[in-house]
């Protein structure tokens, strides 16, 4: 299936690229390889502030986590121009905003780790690190990086 076919089956648009926060590129091409630079999540259009353990639970992490990943998929596109050039979503790393005693960091990136098998296929499976970190850029509870390759 033609992987737009399925974003639309899904319900969602590509969201365009978001503008750097700070002295970065929002994605970087060499070779086969597409790093995407680490997203935060958002809801409404603002920052998803909070702290999972703190406030957030697993649930809601979930869906922020398949939030920055609708945004990640928004770059990739950019980055690509066709995400059915994308051979295959090499990896992602997860930054979650938790509290010390919080350990389901792993639990809350399968929404972004879900989203890239519902859209690829098997081309979605992938590596993956989830990491529970102290804070995040402007209090966000999520933040992705991505590395995809592509034809």
């Not at 905003?97 to 859209?119: C, F």
């Amino acid at each position: 299936m033609n992987v737009y076919d399925k974003i639309k089956q899904l319900g969602f648009e590509l969201p365009p690229v978001a503008v750097p926060a700070a002295a970065y590129v929002p994605f970087m091409r060499t070779g086969n390889l597409v790093f995407l630079s680490g997203h935060i999540a958002k809801k409404d259009g603002k920052v998803w502030a909070g702290q999972l353990g703190g406030g957030i639970g697993t649930e809601e992490g979930q869906q922020a986590a398949r939030a920055v990943g609708i945004d990640l998929l928004g770059t990739l596109h950019a980055a690509v121009g066709d995400l059915n050039k994308v051979r295959r979503i090499v990896k992602l790393m997860s930054l979650v905003n938790s509290t010390p005693t919080y350990t389901e960091q792993h639990l809350v990136t399968n929404g972004a780790s879900q989203l890239m098998a519902e859209v690829f296929g098997d081309k979605g499976a992938h590596a993956r690190s989830a990491f529970g970190v102290a804070q995040l850029p402007m209090g966000a509870c999520v933040e992705i990086e991505l590395i995809a390759e592509v034809e």
